[in-house]
């Protein structure tokens, strides 16, 4: 059985980074051909895909959020993290890490973290 565990602050002040990190367990994050996403759910609003990185290492990130985010990992922890710059209230949201199998034109998510609220306020 596959878990993935979020943690981080949950409070960030605007302009600064926002850093999660998702320790997953029951299954290695190099296994091919899983990937390894960040969404998000604003409050009231729908689920938003910020990012993933494969099994491979390679990354992909969402258009509207690329210029703001990086997803890394460390192999030997089994974890993959996320670092979302200069954030802003707009950025308040519960955040989700999940693993997708790769399938033709995308993902298809199996396991889901439980989520994390992260605020952004002063």
């Known amino acids: 059985q596959v878990q993935l565990q979020e943690s981080g602050p949950g409070l960030v002040k605007p302009s600064q980074t926002l850093s999660l990190t998702c320790t997953v367990s029951?299954?290695?994050?190099?296994?091919?051909?899983?990937?390894w996403s960040w969404i998000r759910q604003p409050p009231g609003k729908g689920l938003e895909w910020m990012g993933v990185?494969?099994?491979?290492?390679?990354?992909y990130y969402s258009p509207s959020l690329k210029s703001r985010t990086s997803i890394s990992r460390d192999t030997s922890k089994n974890q993959f993290s996320l670092q979302l710059s200069s954030v802003t209230p707009e950025d308040t949201a519960m955040y989700y890490c999940a693993r997708g199998v790769v399938i033709p034109r995308g993902y298809e998510y199996d396991y889901w973290g439980q989520g994390t609220q992260v605020t952004v306020s002063s």
């Open positions: 029951g299954g290695s994050i190099t296994t091919s051909y899983y990937a």
């Open positions: 990185i494969a099994y491979d290492g390679s990354t």
